[in-house]
Structures are given as structure tokens and as C-alpha cells.
């Protein structure tokens, strides 16, 4: 079985600062591993993605990702943060059987300060 | 450009009564996918479907019913036996394996009234 696990549902950075969203995940074989973020009433939008390539994963808006086998770890990062990164953003994890399937982290709200 | 088109993006129903949600995708993609989200629950599987005339349930499938009759479309009925409908639906589809992650459609947010 599968899971994913999204410390912090709700996460307070001011304007500048660094960003650090936590997602660890559990996988019986290597994953592959989703970052999306989602704006009020829209859709999810994949901001980058782990598929066992380079471990530091680099994405859109600024954001990156590192894979940490050792640690089970998916953390998404961002040096600084804008007004325009609040968001939700979900971690996701690949079911590794014939199903084509993504397990979703419950989410972690950024909000960015002035 | 291709993507995924949910409509209506805002649907209220009445007590009883059932409603559809459209999803269409020009992607070519073949699984496709229902998810419901609810304020602080993430999201959660409702129906799937990997192959036309074929689908299965997700986690949360009671009070709703979907049909694929073809590769492009998965419509999503809530029949009058969800006892909470209101929420925010989404549809996802997948090019082919898991390697490429979900593409979404902007969702349709339902209120009972």
C-alpha cells in the first residue's frame, strides 16, 4: 500500500522568505512522485514531477523538489517567496501496479505575508 | 490546445434530484479519472475508468454513477442517493503510465439547495 503524508496543513511565510513544504510518502518499490498546486476554484496544475532521473527536480514558478530515498522525502522548496505563490499544493505518489493511479497528500495551504 | 473542459463550472441541485457533470478531454489520453474535494480533505477517488465501456470505484463511489461510451468523455452523474453532494468535483485524465502524472480539468463546484 501506498501513502502519502503532507506535514502542515496550513503553512505562514512572509513575502521573501523561504518556502518549505513537506511531503513524505511510502512505497513498497521507487515511486514516482508529483508536486501540483491548485488556485481557489480551479484545477490542480502539475508544478513538477520525480521519475527517477536527476534527484533535485526543478520546476515552474521557481520551485524545486529533492528526492531523499533515505529519508522517504519529496520536500518542495522555493528560495523566495511572492504574493502570487498562495495556494493549496499536493504531494502525490504513483500506485506502482498496472492501474495508472496517483495517491494525493491532504494538501498544505501556503499563505504569503506582506 | 488540448485539455480537459469540465461544465458547468457552478451547478446547484434541488433535493432529489440528479445531475450530470461533463468531462471531455482532446487529449487522447485513456484513463480518466473523478476525484471530490472537500474543504481541508483533499482529494478523494470517486469513479475511474482505464479503457472505454469500462470503469471501476474509487473510495467514495456510493450516490454516484459514470458511464464511458467514448475515449473523449466521462460524465459523472450524483443520483439523489448522495446524501452530501455538495462540493468541488474534478476530473483528471493520463496519457499512459503513472510517469507522466494527471492533467485536470478546472472543476465544477456543486451546491444543493
Known amino acids: 500500500a501506498q501513502s502519502v503524508t503532507q506535514l502542515g496543513s496550513h503553512v505562514s511565510v512572509s513575502e521573501g522568505a523561504l518556502v518549505l513544504l513537506r511531503c513524505n510518502y511510502s512505497?513498497?518499490?521507487?515511486?514516482?512522485l508529483f508536486w501540483y498546486v491548485q488556485y481557489p476554484n480551479q484545477g490542480l496544475q502539475l508544478l513538477l514531477k520525480?521519475?527517477?532521473?536527476?534527484?533535485l527536480v526543478k520546476g515552474i514558478n521557481g520551485f524545486e523538489a529533492e528526492f531523499k530515498k533515505s529519508e522517504t522525502s519529496f520536500h518542495l522548496t522555493k528560495p523566495s517567496a511572492h504574493m502570487s505563490d498562495a495556494a493549496e499544493y499536493f504531494c502525490?505518489?504513483?500506485?506502482?501496479?498496472?492501474?495508472?493511479?496517483?495517491?494525493f497528500g491532504g494538501g498544505t495551504r501556503l499563505m504569503v505575508k506582506p | 490546445d488540448g485539455g480537459i473542459t469540465q461544465s458547468p463550472k457552478y451547478l446547484f441541485r434541488k433535493e432529489g434530484q440528479n445531475v450530470t457533470l461533463s468531462c471531455e478531454q482532446n487529449?487522447?489520453?485513456?484513463?480518466m479519472y473523478w476525484y471530490r474535494q472537500d474543504p481541508g480533505q483533499g482529494l478523494r477517488l470517486i469513479y475511474y475508468s482505464q479503457i472505454v465501456n469500462d470503469f471501476q470505484k474509487g473510495d467514495i463511489a456510493e450516490g454516484y454513477s459514470v458511464s464511458r461510451e467514448k475515449k473523449e468523455s466521462f460524465p459523472l452523474t450524483v443520483t439523489s442517493a448522495q446524501k452530501n453532494p455538495t462540493a468541488f468535483y474534478l476530473c483528471a485524465s493520463i496519457r499512459g503510465t503513472e510517469s507522466y502524472g494527471y492533467t485536470f480539468g478546472s472543476g465544477t463546484r456543486l451546491t444543493v439547495v
Open positions: 512505497s513498497s518499490v521507487p515511486p514516482y
Open positions: 520525480y521519475t527517477s532521473a536527476a534527484t
Open positions: 502525490a505518489v504513483s500506485l506502482n501496479n498496472a492501474g495508472n493511479m496517483l495517491t
Open positions: 487529449l487522447n489520453h485513456d484513463a
